[in-house]
């Protein structure tokens, strides 16, 4: 028997437990893995590196998985093309540092439309970069103000385009919207349900992922500190 053969086998048996987790049995490696043999000599394959304690049968299926001796020699017998192994673990990890750096994007805008709701004491909200929606904060900011208390049509209303994101959002970019502060004042906002308010909005730039940051605040509202307040926490970026 040849033992390079077996080898293959036990490594063929270690890459399918490794990424299915399943047993498995001698016509899987038959099949899957292309040997030149017939079932029986893969079967005395498997049965003679079962005896020398490398696969073993876990339960009565007719499948075998690796032992830690069998692990041992395969990591000590390992003839991989290195060269493929390295560029596969350097894709995984730049695409890792892209969903990173995506995930931290979203944090720090996050926290942006917090303090913005914070201090501004109306809606604030920005869009998701990589990612067809918007996320806004402080809403029920919104709804207590005077003019919404008392018209209690238009405050739901304004609660439904939030709701209905997609729109909003494509209101959003067909705006001229850029590195500016710009006010779309009531009738001047291309949906008729926020009519009653004023958008107030800017384009941010963070680690080169573009978003759109902003405030929906009642037509009556502090305008110069707003700006303010938005021109400087876009300048925290």
């Given at each position: 028997?040849?033992?390079?053969?077996?080898?293959?086998?036990?490594?063929?048996?270690?890459?399918?437990?490794?990424?299915?987790?399943?047993?498995?049995?001698?016509?899987?490696?038959?099949?899957?893995?292309?040997?030149?043999?017939?079932?029986?000599?893969?079967?005395?394959d498997m049965a003679s590196l079962e005896k020398?304690?490398?696969?073993?049968?876990?339960?009565?299926?007719?499948?075998?998985?690796?032992?830690?001796?069998?692990?041992?020699?395969?990591?000590?017998?390992?003839?991989?093309?290195?060269?493929?192994?390295?560029?596969?673990?350097?894709?995984?990890?730049?695409?890792?540092?892209?969903?990173?750096?995506?995930?931290?994007?979203?944090?720090?805008?996050?926290?942006?439309?917090?303090?913005?709701?914070?201090?501004?004491?109306?809606?604030?909200?920005?869009?998701?970069?990589?990612?067809?929606?918007?996320?806004?904060?402080?809403?029920?900011?919104?709804?207590?103000?005077?003019?919404?208390?008392?018209?209690?049509?238009?405050?739901?209303?304004?609660?439904?385009?939030?709701?209905?994101?997609?729109?909003?959002?494509?209101?959003?970019?067909?705006?001229?919207?850029?590195?500016?502060?710009?006010?779309?004042?009531?009738?001047?906002?291309?949906?008729?349900?926020?009519?009653?308010?004023?958008?107030?909005?800017?384009?941010?730039?963070?680690?080169?992922?573009?978003?759109?940051?902003?405030?929906?605040?009642?037509?009556?509202?502090?305008?110069?500190?707003?700006?303010?307040?938005?021109?400087?926490?876009?300048?925290?970026?």
């Amino acid at each position: 028997m040849k033992m390079d053969r077996r080898l293959e086998v036990l490594k063929a048996i270690v890459k399918h437990f490794v990424d299915t987790a399943e047993p498995v049995g001698s016509n899987t490696i038959l099949v899957s893995y292309k040997f030149q043999v017939s079932p029986a000599t893969i079967r005395n394959d498997m049965a003679s590196l079962e005896k020398d304690g490398l696969i073993y049968q876990p339960h009565t299926s007719s499948g075998r998985v690796p032992t830690d001796l069998g692990y041992r020699l395969f990591v000590e017998e390992l003839n991989v093309n290195q060269d493929a192994v390295n560029k596969e673990a350097k894709l995984a990890i730049i695409q890792a540092q892209k969903q990173l750096a995506v995930h931290k994007v979203k944090q720090k805008i996050y926290d942006l439309v917090q303090m913005l709701a914070h201090i501004t004491g109306v809606a604030s909200f920005a869009t998701v970069p990589d990612s067809p929606r918007t996320f806004y904060i402080g809403l029920s900011n919104m709804i207590r103000q005077p003019e919404f208390i008392s018209d209690t049509n238009m405050a739901s209303q304004v609660i439904e385009v939030f709701e209905k994101n997609d729109r909003f959002l494509s209101i959003l970019q067909g705006l001229d919207i850029d590195d500016t502060v710009k006010f779309f004042i009531g009738r001047e906002n291309l949906i008729p349900e926020i009519q009653s308010c004023t958008l107030i909005v800017t384009q941010i730039d963070y680690l080169g992922h573009k978003a759109m940051l902003g405030l929906l605040a009642p037509t009556r509202t502090n305008y110069a500190f707003n700006k303010a307040v938005l021109e400087q926490i876009k300048s925290l970026i």
